[in-house]
């Protein structure tokens, strides 16, 4: 599906000092090399400023026809309700007067089927109420059912679980993983990371430290690396 060969990314920024703004560019991924197949559910883990983001946002630039992307920014718009937000996943599977009218006067059909999908995601809560007056976990909830509302063979989430609690995060997994082909997932939570993917890929420091099938996941190897991560 996606090889990379000795991939190396750049975080361009600009700095003030005293005599004035200067750009430069910080590498995040270092020569790394690895290719994900179709099918394959794979959970990319590592210490704080591994390039974990970095490195799921250029596989979504690899494969963005076909992959729903569910990042840490959300990108939710707040005045706007839920039904909106979520619906926003599907513009591109209609004509733009189609969307058009749902937006303005949603249609039973959709209205139906987004809210099926918040009650899977036990999201209850009426769908014309605006995202800006949720908790953190319902908007978090409202974001990953705008990617599952996609329908694409691929998702690609950045730790979506984070306002989650480990319970919920596990329910909502286990719809993902079944309603998606291929998963790629930046995960927080390291048991859930072992226990839920066939894949685990570690990052320290923009390198591959780690890449390995669940069953072979080396335990020791992984504790050492967020024990770094912690004196750091």
């Known amino acids: 599906m996606i090889t990379l060969d000795n991939l190396n990314l750049y975080h361009h920024k600009t700095t003030s000092n005293n005599t004035g703004k200067r750009k430069g560019a910080a590498q995040v991924i270092f020569d790394l090399s690895l290719t994900i197949n179709k099918g394959e559910k794979v959970a990319i883990i590592g210490p704080s400023g591994a390039g974990k983001t970095s490195l799921l946002h250029h596989v979504y630039q690899c494969l963005q026809t076909s992959a729903a992307l569910c990042s840490q920014r959300q990108g939710l718009v707040d005045n706007l309700s839920i039904f909106h937000n979520i619906f926003m996943g599907a513009l591109a599977r209609h004509h733009w007067l189609f969307n058009l009218i749902n937006l303005m006067r949603p249609f039973k059909q959709d209205l139906h089927d987004i809210g099926l999908l918040c009650q899977q995601l036990e999201l209850d809560e009426p769908l014309a109420k605006s995202v ?9 909830r409202v974001a990953l059912a705008r990617a599952l509302y996609q329908q694409q063979d691929i998702f690609l989430g950045d730790e979506p679980f984070s ?14 993983l079944a309603c998606h082909k291929t998963v790629i997932m930046v995960v927080h939570d390291r048991t859930l990371a072992m226990n839920a993917f066939d894949r685990v890929i570690a990052l320290d420091k923009g390198r591959l430290v780690l890449d390995s099938k669940k069953k072979s996941i080396n335990q020791q190897q992984i504790s050492k690396l967020y024990q770094t991560d912690a004196v750091a």
């Open 132 to 140: 800006d007056k949720l908790s953190g976990g319902q908007r978090q």
């Open 163 to 176: 306002a989650l609690d480990p319970l919920m995060a596990s329910r909502i997994l286990e719809i993902i």
